[in-house]
């Protein structure tokens, strides 16, 4: 995708939360809202893959290699080898993840 792609999209998005009636705004963003859940889930897999790609099984590009190559944070590279799939703010603490134990 292009800047000017992404500069379209951003655009848009704009122009929704410009609009002057609140329900029809509201009504607008909720489409919005539901339709991205949707894609991201599909965005999610393709970016999983091509990391596992760029990988190469340890024989291409190293986890910080990809995150440059991309433009997407170390920690999200990461997450796709340890098979994390949530949002940040629901991430599990180093302790939960190796059973509790210090």
């Known amino acids: 995708m292009s800047d000017e792609e992404v500069r379209r999209v951003s655009d ?3 122009a929704i939360e410009q609009i002057a009636d609140r329900e029809e705004r509201i009504r ?3 489409q919005i809202m539901a339709e991205q859940i949707r894609r991201n889930r599909e965005w999610s897999k ?3 893959a091509l990391i596992r790609e760029l990988w190469d099984d340890g024989d291409g ?3 910080r290699q990809i995150a440059d190559r991309l433009q997407i944070k170390l ?3 990461q997450d796709v080898f340890r098979g994390y799939k ?3 703010t629901t991430r599990p ?3 939960e993840t190796q059973g509790g134990h210090e």
């Open 46 to 48: 393709e970016r999983a």
């Open 12 to 14: 848009a998005l704009d």
């Open 86 to 88: 949530g949002s940040g």
């Open 93 to 95: 603490k180093a302790e």
């Open 75 to 77: 920690s999200t590279v």
């Open 28 to 30: 607008a963003q909720s």
């Open 61 to 63: 590009l190293s986890y």
